[in-house]
């Protein structure tokens, strides 16, 4: 096979596109009998000299594209495409990069199989090329043309690039094109979602990874929109790579398509327990979400660390931490629906305070949440809770006196004539003075309601 010198090929590929170019010019321009003038360098262009020729001058290539008499005329644009792709394959590394930067200014998407070629070079050849200036500045170059002409069918060799090479300019360079050639192409972006996964793994158990080129792959999927990518990037909002990852993150899963209370619902109930009440609360504040499709994914939660199997002993913290949230948000929402539910976690509540396992916030959290569901079923619970604080009060055993003020005020919003007999006896009992206030102000409520 000859080898062509970078400067004969960057010479000979100038060449090549303006003949095309004057090729597509004179065919439009209608000869006698209304037909097209057919151009002599509409026909196949030979190679470019080898390096032991003189360099070929412009004159001296144009004359070689020249057909010979009676050839057939082909289009400009196949034929340019074909002698580029066989000087590619002639061409050494240097020559190979000079087609490419040759063609740049001109790139369209019937230039895309050239680059393709150069792509699909490189990963055959990363072994032996990876560590070499030119190969890094020929895949940098091969992945913008292939992004800038939009040539989707190198989505693939494109992701093969950037899964394969170690050389951060040239990963970048593959996830810009990615934003652009891989859209809808639901193969390629699966793979996108399994690295991005892998490499959170990684991260997550101590292992070192690039946050560059992390960030890469977050803008690349935030640009192609596909629902697939949801939890996968809400994942790495919170991995904690840093704040710039984190807000593209975050960014990109508003970006994305799909039904979002169904996205949500997902990530709540699926990802890692220590990300769920982060999620959660995004979810609660997503102002694209109905007060009902906000109930559902709070309630989800809830049922599930209220299960006896929940979930293993490791994870019990992050379960609670997401149960007291899922209640705070009921409460939040006023979901009446969920009452039975709130009253359920309520009677654990109460129960794990008198043995230690949760404090006195959580109970407060509980507290306030079943006092928002706003039934009678509600205000009798939590008149019965008070009686009992009352009992222990009486019996010199001080309650809490933040729990006591929320049952207190919560049976006041409930305004139910079924607490008065416990809040007035309050008075006679050894509260601090601002319960006794409080239980003053909560029998009026009674009364006026």
Known sequence: MRVFTAAALVLWSITVLASAQTAGQTAATPGQGGSPTASPSTAAVSPPPPATAPAA???????????????????????????????????????KLSILRSVASKSTPSMGPLYQMAVDYLTANLPVLHSQAQAQELAVVAAHLIGSSGYAKAAESTWELFQLSDAVAVRLAAADALAIVAKGNGDVINKMNHWLAGQNLLHLTGASVDPGVIDGCVRALAALEDPTSFQVLFTTMEAGYGEPVANDAKNAIHLLKGDRAKQWLQVVTSSRYADRPAALEMAMGDRNLSVAQKARIAVAPLEGALSPANALPSDSVSIEALRFHAVESLGKLQWTPSAGLVTTNFNRAAAEYQSGAISANDVVLSVDALAAMSTHEAAVRLSLYLGMINSRTENGRHFDRQITLAVVQGLGRLGDSVAYDNLSAMQYLDYPQSVKEAATQAVRDLTTS
Not at 82 to 91: C, G, M, P, Y
């Open 57 to 95: 001058s412009s004159t001296n290539a144009a004359s070689a594209a020249a057909p010979p008499t009676g050839a057939a005329s082909a289009g400009p644009s196949g034929n340019t495409l074909s002698s580029l792709e066989r000087a590619f394959q002639s061409a050494d590394l240097a020559g």
